[in-house]
């Protein structure tokens, strides 16, 4: 088994993972697992992400964005 050292830590986060783990009855270490597994145990991660906008967002018409007449010019940098 593959061991990770994770240095810079904020506090509040160490403390916010022992609250976490405790409430789930486990070590802070046996917490930091379950959470990584949980965050790469699909592929679908992207997917859900995606699917949750989609959700939320999915009656909206697209964006039209009218086409621009002027032309870009250089900057003034004087």
Known sequence: MATITVRGLDE????????????????????????LDAAVASDSG?????????AILGGLEPLEVPERSDRPRS???A
């Open 12 to 35: 509040v986060t160490r403390a916010r993972l022992r609250v976490r783990a405790a409430e789930n009855g486990r070590s802070t270490e046996a917490e930091v697992r379950a959470i």
């Open 75 to 77: 900057a003034d940098l």
């Open 46 to 54: 992207r997917d859900a992400l995606g699917s949750r906008l989609e």
